[in-house]
DNA sequence: TTAGATGATTGCCG
DNA sequence: CGGCAATCATCTAA
């Protein structure tokens, strides 16, 4: 009857009932006085309950007291194994997982992508000059080029930061919460190897945290790529001369308006824009002028008169008959280009 | 703000 | 693979 008394008089402080509700406050106080505890194991629990009732001084000499105790180490090794056959064993099998290969494949994109990389490095140096490549006058990219750079600067330093605090704040948790269990293992069951498997769960947590920083981070380059790398989103018209030097091309050869390879190179050269870029304009504008073969009219007789005119000058014998009210009279290709008369 | 111009892309064909 | 046709996305002049 009197243990059960201590006994719940141990819960008090652990289930916030009142001391009236559970029995004689002084019939408990007269066994702690008892002095040292006795060698049952009801009697050292029941020394780890009261704990709770006791001043803090009082309760750290109990504590202590507690410590040294030659029954301490046993009790403890036997909780411990109790817990480790109930609880943790559960635990342990669900928290066995392999290295996820989801986040193998962000760590190597965003390698890829010279973010986690080392600064400055190839890749993004590589990605850049891609981004120069896929279009646009070599001015123009240039000017993408450091913008996208330094876009990709910004994500990576964003992403660097903020990595640094996730791992900062990870191992100051998980010392923080190794303090508290070693702390707590003085009057607890707690193993080291229930420690260590707290720390797996703290590092767990935390690299799924970083997890999400490396998906938001691969889809900001991602958004950022799309946005420099495709072309069509940073079109720029090529610059007069180079529409000028296409246009002579084009309505010079208007009988067979198809440029060889080398043709196109030449043209890509003297317009600095890429071969692909020269065949882009062709294709557009065979398909542009057969649709509105009298739209462009006006601009075949342009450009007639203008070839005309240059080759007149060479020959150093004025044209005068040629004016661009009287077209296609200097002896060139008339506009006769149509769809089936592609020689 | 908007219509037309224009460079790029995509899908298909021979 | 080169070319055509349709279409997209952006630029530009009015």
Redesign the pocket.
């Known amino acids: 009857m009197e243990d059960q008394a201590r006994m719940m008089s141990g819960l008090v402080g652990l289930s916030g009932l009142s001391q009236a509700d559970v029995g004689d406050h002084d019939a408990v106080r007269k066994q702690h006085s008892l002095g040292q505890p006795q060698q049952d194991i009801g009697d050292i629990l029941q020394q780890i309950m009261a704990i709770t009732d006791e001043s803090l001084d009082e309760a750290q000499a109990r504590k202590h007291a507690l410590n040294c105790h030659r029954m301490k180490p046993a009790l403890f090794s036997v909780l411990c194994e109790i817990k480790e056959k109930t609880v943790l064993s559960i635990r342990g099998i669900q928290d066995e997982d392999p290295p996820d290969p989801q986040i193998m494949r962000l760590d190597n994109m965003l390698l890829a992508e010279g973010v986690s990389g080392p600064e400055k490095g190839g890749a993004s140096a590589a990605a850049a000059a891609a981004a120069a490549a896929?279009?646009?006058s070599p001015n123009d990219g240039s000017i993408e080029h450091s913008d996208y750079r330094a876009k990709l600067a910004q994500i990576r330093q964003i992403y660097h930061s903020e990595l640094e605090k996730y791992e900062q704040a990870c191992s100051e948790f998980t010392n923080h919460v190794m303090n508290l269990l070693r702390e707590q293992s003085r009057t607890r069951p707690i193993s080291p190897k229930e420690i260590e498997r707290m720390v797996g769960i703290i590092h767990r947590k935390f690299s799924s945290i970083q997890m999400q920083l490396k998906q938001s981070t691969c889809e900001a380059v991602m958004i950022l790529r799309s946005?420099f790398?495709?072309?069509?989103?940073?079109?720029?018209?090529?610059n007069k001369q180079?529409?000028e030097v296409?246009n002579e091309y084009f309505y010079s050869h208007l009988s067979n308006?198809?440029?060889?390879?080398e043709a196109?190179e030449e043209l890509a050269k003297k317009c600095a824009?890429?071969v692909?870029?020269?065949?882009?304009?062709?294709?557009?504008?065979?398909?542009?002028y057969?649709?509105n073969i009298g739209?462009f009219q006006e601009e075949a007789n342009l450009y007639a008169v203008k070839t005309a005119v240059d080759a007149a000058s060479v020959s150093s014998q004025a044209s005068q008959a040629n004016s661009p009210a009287t077209p296609n009279s200097g002896g060139y290709p008339a506009p006769c280009y149509t769809?089936d008369g592609?020689l």
């Open positions: 896929a279009g646009g946005r790398l495709d072309a069509r989103r940073k079109r720029r018209n090529f180079a529409t296409l308006p198809y440029p060889s390879e196109k824009i890429t692909s870029q020269v065949s882009n304009w062709f294709g557009n504008k065979r398909i542009r057969k649709k739209k769809p592609r």
